[in-house]
């Protein structure tokens, strides 16, 4: 994952410099490699020792060995230990903890507390709220349907909600977050993560280090928080907040609202996107860069209600408002012309 996250082509030099401080080139497919599973992890080992439920409210515990846990029907316990172990949770509210190996557990129909404990786990929910802990190890959680709740925990995670209104939390290190369906709410935590929302209304967070946050479908909400981020808010009207850092806001399709936060920012425009507002723009701090073949000589800047407008001169198409800025403090050292494909 680590490999994956380095290869991501975003660059960033510090600020100031003659050239625009990063290229914009957010590739997805990144994110959703690591989200897919392969469709033999969640077949059953022929080899395992079996460990059955009794269909009523059971405490089952695995060997040191590789065990195959099927709860069966009640509110039970599995327990495995030292083995790569299988747990298969059936219906009623069950509690799973994966032990020592590298587990694989997949939830039940109601809702389950599912711990994935020490070892690279892979843990897929059911149909329930379930609740699920990734704690140590480089774990891959899929939510499934409900509304969950997802926590990496210390290691390199991958996290998917899927269906439903899904809460998910990074953790400590370099993690991999994508809502999918429902309005979700995402937070990277700690390390430098990759969050995408997905469709719905979804809210992300960056959390403490450098984050990639993609808005996805749906009106978003996206804040990058600490460290200079890079928020993309994709589709329809989304709302971005650099936060603390040199940030790095591309509204994209839409009519979107962009506010940098502290540090040097830039605001990427382009005649493919929709009208940006950017709230809090600061002259000689602050950089609009150019995308799809626009350039500066192609701009008609105008003021209006104290606002400075952005225009196209040739199709009056209005590609940026900034707020509060008067338009006679804008010029051509306000803008970088980056046309590297999209």
Do not use: C
């Amino acid at each position: 994952m680590e490999d994956a996250l380095k290869s991501l082509p975003v660059t960033v030099s510090p600020q100031p410099t003659p050239e625009p401080m990063a290229v914009y080139i957010f590739d997805p497919t990144v994110l959703y490699q690591k989200l897919q599973i392969n469709a033999d992890a969640l077949t059953p080992p022929a080899s395992a020792n079996p460990v059955n439920g009794t269909g009523n409210t059971d405490d089952l515990e695995a060997t040191d060995n590789q065990d195959l846990i099927s709860s069966g029907g009640g509110n039970d316990q599995a327990s495995a230990f030292k083995g790569d172990d299988f747990i298969t949770l059936e219906s009623g509210n069950n509690t799973a903890y994966g032990g020592q190996g590298n587990d694989t557990v997949l939830g039940g129909q109601d809702n389950d507390l599912i711990f994935g404990d020490l070892g690279d786990d892979l843990i897929q929910s059911g149909g329930g709220n379930d609740t699920v802990f990734g704690t140590q190890g480089n774990d891959l959680l899929h939510g499934n349907q409900g509304d969950d709740l997802l926590l990496g925990g210390e290691d390199i995670d991958v996290l998917e909600g899927n269906e439903g209104n899904d809460l998910v939390f990074g953790g400590k290190s370099t993690d991999f977050l994508k809502g999918n369906e429902g309005d979700d709410v995402l937070f990277g935590d700690e390390g430098t993560d990759i969050v995408s929302g997905g469709t719905g209304n979804d809210t992300t967070y960056g959390g403490k280090e450098t984050d990639l946050l993609d808005g996805n479908e749906g009106n978003d909400l996206l804040w990058g928080d600490l460290g200079d981020d890079l928020l993309d808010g994709g589709t329809e009207e989304d709302q971005l907040f650099g936060g603390e850092g040199n940030d790095i806001l591309v509204g994209a399709e839409g009519l979107d609202t962009l506010t940098g936060g502290g540090g040097n920012d830039e605001f990427y425009i382009a005649t493919q996107f929709d009208t940006e507002t950017i709230t809090d723009f600061q002259d000689g701090l602050d950089r609009i860069v150019f995308t799809g073949g626009l350039t500066f000589a192609q701009l008609q800047i105008t003021s209006v209600n104290g606002n400075t407008i952005l225009t196209v001169t040739s199709t009056q198409q209005q590609v940026a408002k900034l707020l509060g800025v008067n338009s006679s403090l804008i010029t051509a050292a306000d803008f970088f012309e980056n046309n590297s494909p999209q």
